[in-house]
């Protein structure tokens, strides 16, 4: 895999959650760079603030919400989408926008990215399969939560391959009482 590419440096500045819209050019290296670096940001402070590293997580695709049952009974959701996933037997990486099990709504983010992929002429954004570690995989999310200024990302496990989603804005609430 390719990383990255450089392009002509940004003619106006962005602020760090902006996307790359209207015809700006960017430096790649520094775009994959500040994603890379906003991510582990992100993630370290949800982990902190939200308490989710031992949440049980659900998926609604008709919803387009994920969402965390603490230990705490504390429930966590978030709109969500989902960019790709990542088979770590053979370590590809499909995007959502390419992948049958993803429904549309929920392949917004993924395409977004391959619009950035495109309009950067860079393949690993574009290609449908692109062979990947994990932490490449890692690294593709982070660049897709930028690029739609998400609020975080999730790796999600299951009994086949990994799941890498993006999340909006999150929501903690008390669980429904009992008998209700």
């Given amino acids: 895999m390719r990383w990255p590419i450089a ?3 940004l003619k106006k500045k962005q602020t760090p959650s902006s996307g790359p819209w209207d015809g700006e050019q960017v430096d790649i290296d520094r775009y994959w760079a500040e994603a890379w670096a906003e991510l582990a940001a992100r993630q ?5 603030k939200l308490k989710l590293r031992d949440a049980r997580w659900t998926v609604d695709q008709t919803s387009g919400l994920i969402q965390f049952d603490r230990r705490d009974g504390m429930v966590v959701s978030a709109p969500v989408q989902i960019i790709g996933s990542w088979n770590p037997r053979t370590a590809l990486f499909t995007w959502g926008w390419d992948h049958p099990s993803v429904r549309t709504r929920l392949r917004a983010s993924a395409e977004r990215t391959r619009w950035f992929g495109d309009k950067h002429r860079l393949e690993e954004l574009t290609s449908p399969t692109v062979h990947v570690s994990e932490e490449e995989a890692w690294r593709l999310t982070a660049v897709a939560m930028k690029v739609n200024a998400a609020t975080g990302a999730y790796r999600a496990s299951t009994e086949g391959p ?10 903690l ?8």
């Fill in 173 to 180: 609430t008390e669980p429904p009482a009992p008998g209700v």
């Fill in 162 to 171: 990994v799941i890498f989603m993006t999340m909006g804005e999150m929501k």
């Fill in 7 to 9: 392009l002509p440096v």
């Fill in 44 to 48: 370290d402070a949800l982990t902190r």
